[in-house]
């Protein structure tokens, strides 16, 4: 190989690994039933108004860890949505997202064993929105989800009972791409 031809490639090879371990979702919510299918659905658009924003940002580095941060704006002021990774993909029914992910999967489904519907087997996070609908939340957990496994993060609506009772499900964020 020449050296004028080596050193026209040392710059390819210099460059990261084209399969990136963050990658990161925006979208504006739309009404599920938008003519071309949204990235991110809004199903109560008094909580998750249409054309609200969304930044979902994942982070898988660390070998055995996962990293995820939700930034939102445009959402109800002053509310707490519950959010969980889902098994399923976002659709027109807000049940198309199906249950939760699970690091160990419940072999009882739907899953209400605490032993697995527990923070450390799923991976859960509570956003709150200032005055303006602006929020950020950030949680993490010591493994990776498999690969497919985890297709949408879901807003719930919250409820009297408190933030980590999740509700009814108001927005949904596709995220197998």
Same mark, same amino acid.
């Given at each position: 190989?020449?050296? @004028? ?5 040392? @710059? ?10 963050? *990658? %990161?979702?925006?979208? =504006?919510?739309?009404?599920?039933? =938008? ?6 659905? *809004? ?22 860890? #996962?990293? /995820?941060?939700?930034?939102?704006? +445009? ?13 399923? *993909? &976002?659709?027109?029914? @807000? ?8 690091? %160990?999967?419940? @072999? %009882? ?8 519907? $527990?923070?450390? $087997? ?6 709150? #929105?200032?005055?303006?609908?602006? +929020? ?11 690969? +497919?496994?985890?297709? *949408? /993060?879901?807003?719930? =609506? ?8 999740? +509700?009814?499900?108001?927005? &949904? ?5």
């Amino acid at each position: 190989m020449t050296a @004028p031809f080596a050193a026209a490639l040392l @710059p390819l090879a210099l460059l990261a690994p084209a399969t990136s371990r963050v *990658s %990161v979702v925006e979208a =504006a919510f739309d009404p599920a039933t =938008a003519f071309v299918p949204p990235t991110a659905v *809004s199903y109560a658009d008094d909580l998750v108004p249409y054309g609200s924003h969304v930044r979902v940002a994942t982070d898988r580095s660390v070998p055995g860890r #996962t990293v /995820l941060t939700v930034t939102v704006s +445009g959402l109800a002021p002053d509310h707490e949505f519950p959010a969980h990774l889902h098994t399923g *993909s &976002c659709g027109a029914d @807000p049940a198309s997202s199906g249950p939760h992910y699970q690091d %160990v999967v419940d @072999p %009882v489904q739907p899953s209400a064993d605490p032993a697995y519907a $527990n923070r450390h $087997n799923e991976l859960r996070l509570v956003l709150r #929105t200032d005055g303006h609908g602006r +929020g950020t939340a950030t949680t993490a957990v010591d493994w990776q989800p498999r690969p +497919g496994g985890a297709r *949408s /993060l879901v807003l719930h =609506a919250g409820t009297p009972a408190g933030p980590h009772a999740a +509700g009814d499900r108001v927005g &949904c964020v596709k995220l197998d791409g």
